[in-house]
């Protein structure tokens, strides 16, 4: 079964300073790894994927994340983090031999203080 | 539209009450998905259609639930008799692609539906 664990509730950071959204997963064939983020009162929005390839990828607004397989992690990162990066991000992960299916994370809040 | 739309935004209803909850998605997205988010928790699958064919259907709660999608644009949730435990947001959310041939296809969601049962 496939599984995504997001392990903090809420990141504060500094605006200007790097910031990191821990996302580690389960499954048992090769991962497809997603980052959506949620807005208030908006739909979640695609940031950012990994299917292969590259262990680091790039996404929308200067947000990367990095896979590593020895520690089943896909982190999200940015190097320099703005008070409007502020809002609900989920890590989400798929397993292609168990259908067309998104799991997601529990979601983390990141507050990016001035 | 130029985005997945979602109808109605808010609805309230007692409990034993019959409920339908409306995706519009976009043009020409054949991949349509529904998702239930309850407060404080990420989105779980609930079921998928690529046109009009509900190809997976094992996220759907109870045989209260039923999705359909006739024409292969717009999709309707409908859950019977709504209980308490049915409260949360209902996302919908579209993809260009075939999901059962491109596994990496980037969804589009919509606002959601927010499900008040009292």
């Known amino acids: 079964a496939q599984s995504v664990a997001q392990p903090e509730d809420q990141v504060n950071v500094a605006e200007g300073n790097p910031l990191t959204v821990k996302c580690t997963y389960s499954?048992?064939?090769?991962?497809?790894l997603f980052w959506y983020v949620q807005y208030p009162n908006r739909g979640l929005q695609f940031l950012l994927k990994?299917?292969?390839?590259?262990?680091l990828v790039k996404g929308s607004y200067g947000f990367e994340a990095e896979f590593n397989k020895s520690q089943t992690s896909f982190h999200l990162k940015k190097p320099s983090a703005l008070v409007s990066d502020s809002a609900l991000y989920f890590c989400?992960?798929?397993?292609?031999?168990?259908?067309?299916?998104?799991?997601f994370g529990a979601g983390t809040i990141l507050r990016v203080k001035s | 539209g130029a985005g997945v739309s979602q109808s109605p935004r808010y609805k309230v209803a007692k409990r034993g009450q019959d409920v339908a909850l409306r995706c519009d998605p976009i043009?020409?997205?054949?991949?349509l998905f529904w998702y239930q988010q309850a407060l404080g928790q990420g989105p779980e699958f609930l079921t998928y259609?690529?046109?009009?064919?509900?190809?997976?259907k094992s996220g759907l709660p109870s045989d209260r639930f039923f999705a359909e999608r006739p024409e292969g644009s717009v999709s309707t949730l409908k859950i019977q008799r709504t209980q308490q435990e049915d409260s949360a947001v209902y996302l919908c959310?579209?993809?260009?692609?075939?999901?059962?041939?491109?596994?990496?296809?980037?969804?589009?969601f919509g606002s959601g539906t927010q499900l008040s049962v009292l």
């Open positions: 959310a579209s993809s260009l692609v075939d999901s059962t041939r491109q596994a990496n296809e980037k969804l589009f």
């Open positions: 499954v048992s064939g090769n991962p497809y």
């Open positions: 990994y299917i292969t390839g590259d262990n």
């Open positions: 989400a992960v798929r397993d292609p031999r168990y259908g067309n299916k998104l799991v």
């Open positions: 043009s020409g997205h054949v991949s």
């Open positions: 259609f690529q046109n009009e064919a509900q190809l997976d």
